[in-house]
């Protein structure tokens, strides 16, 4: 039976998107916020909300007592845990069931099979899943130390329990391997509770290739395609598209029936993604990790394979059936998605926080802007500092970039630095135009710099505080005492 | 009327109905063609060409986009002398007092007072936005004070710990 209403447990644009799909199916939203939130889109956005708490994730939004109280007294019959926070959190999945709220993804086995890399590791190993060479479950120093001399280095180490980036460290070389392991295992403990860590050989040239999964409780499982999301920072995707520009037809089959065997290891359903370490020199995929959750990026899959994954995810967990099969799924066209996050490209991507003093999202065909901001939002540095995703679609990728470039250059965004520029040019480059950019072509190979200040902008910003009489604002009489600045008055001009 | 910002300086002059931007020795002629204090638009005509800029300002910071590029300008006036009053000023080269870069919580320290250390050295660990970020010495020399223990939450700009050269004897 479809649900009532459903709990959205998480914050900016991700549970906007969700709400928006439980809005076209008739489904009442409930958003819960931090105190950090209290202003923000997804609380106007839902119908109702409750606050959990301090804006640490802690006190709220990984607060588990508190977004079950809160479905509770809200009579919410479902929970969507959207990405990030709670979405990979077995307990989580577990605690809603016994209270009787749907949990809208896999089940808590699922989870737990695949949250842990190590154990996913060995499970996919053993179901024949190509896997990355590497160890699992070391301890000390010297283990690290005689593991990454068999291994070879580059190697990476991450967390057992991790994703995101966090408490991942790629180390060159032994004099780096001892503080990487430390600064892992911190991280490692600090975002997940465990410190656990695993060591693998670091394919340095390597594309990261993931496979959309998606199954009903009756058990049909499908895959949805490929995204290719090589362009990274700090192991964090920040361009996506699909479909990927390396994939032959051949591949794309082999690496889809992968992911799906991977799936079914864990007898998963919902939506989910199978990631892969693509190396294009020998044109072999292992598996790197499943994510048993909504991803980020899944907007270009929904484009170019045309079918809404939220909606079908609320779909499914309320039991329907999903009506299609393998050999109905196509992909039409090119999709391309740009993250345009609040950070310094040009000082480590290190996050910045501040008011949008203006804030303008980009209109056209082809183009969906999935934000959580609006002018006067506060970037805080409590969360992620995603400002909105611009998704494109067009006939073919040459296009789809044109028309993200295009996108990329109307998005206005002051008050907080933000990484617009630095896409820019990234799209602009040769080796992206030409899908050559492996997931360290940022760090190793893209030196970028800003441009700068251009004449162009120095009298521009002149011009706005001398703007007299010629200027066709709407402000004031312009014989007003502050007659050279008649638009500093405006809302949503000045700070 | 004389305005500068960053490190470049502009003359302007109206002109009928337009402006003299005068830089060094390139001038400019600029004409207004509308502005939209709503989105802090102005559409503009600099030599003929049609140029739209996005204009925001926050105490002396302006924000500006020009053809969907965005630079960050900082207006001086004369009342404001430009030097950075709080990076050590005379007396003080020889001092590195490191500030976080943002605010967080500290995660690490990896030294004590005292400590000689190297140049690129990891002294501290912050954390923010649940990332780690390392502080590291800006050169060689010796730890002269750590302001921050372990736990301890820091505002941006907030100074961590002060490195000074070692001194030759």
Redo the contacts between chains.
Sequence with gaps: MMFKKILIANRGEIAIRIMRACKELGIQTVAVYSEADKNSLHVSFADESVLLGAPAPKESYLNIDKIIDAAKKTNADAIHPGYGFLSENASFAAEAASAKLTFIGPSADSIRAMGDKAESKTSMKKAGVPTVPGFEGLESKEDFEKAAREIGYPVLIKAAAGGGG?GMRVVESEADLT?AVE?AR??AL??FGDDRLLIEKYLADAHHIEFQVFGDRQGNLVHLFERECSVQR?HQKIIEETPSPLLTPKLRTQMGEAAVKAAKTVNYYNAGTVEFVFDPQLSTFYFLEMNTRLQVEHPVTELVVGLDLVQWQIRVAAGERFPFTQKDFSQRGHAIECRVYAEDPA??F????GKL??Y?EPRGPGLRVDSGFAAGSEVT?????LLAKLIVHAEDRSSAIQRMQSA????????V??N??FM?DVLAHDDFQNGDVSTRWVETKFNWQ??E????????????????S??????PGLDEPDRFS???N?????? | ?K?T??N?S?D?T?SG???R?K?GD?V?D???I???????Q?D?L?EGKH?I???????AK????????????T?SSRAISYSKSKRGGAGHDHASELAA????QI??VNVGAGDAVKKGQ?LL?L????????IQAPRDGIVSSISVKVGQTVE?EQILIEVVERLES
């Design positions: 966090k503080e600064g911190r991280e600090n975002a700090r000082s480590g290190l996050p910045s926080t003093l203006q303008i540095h409590f969360y992620d500092p990329l250059r109307d998005f206005i965004a002051h008050g630095t933000t617009i520029d820019q800003p441009a200040p251009s004449v162009e902008a120095l009298i521009a910003a002149a011009l706005a505080e001398t703007a007299g010629s200027l066709k604002s709407n402000a008649p638009w500093k405006q809302n949503g001009f000045r700070n | 009327m305005l910002f960053d470049t502009m302007l109206p109905k337009s402006y931007a830089i390139d400019f600029v004409e207004i509308r502005a939209d204090a709503e989105r802090g102005l503009l600099i140029v800029a996005y204009v925001s300002s926050d105490g302006r924000w500006v986009t020009v053809n969907g590029r965005t630079c960050l300008l207006k870069p943002m605010p967080g995660r690490a990891t660990v954390e923010a936005m649940k990332m780690e970020i390392r941006r």
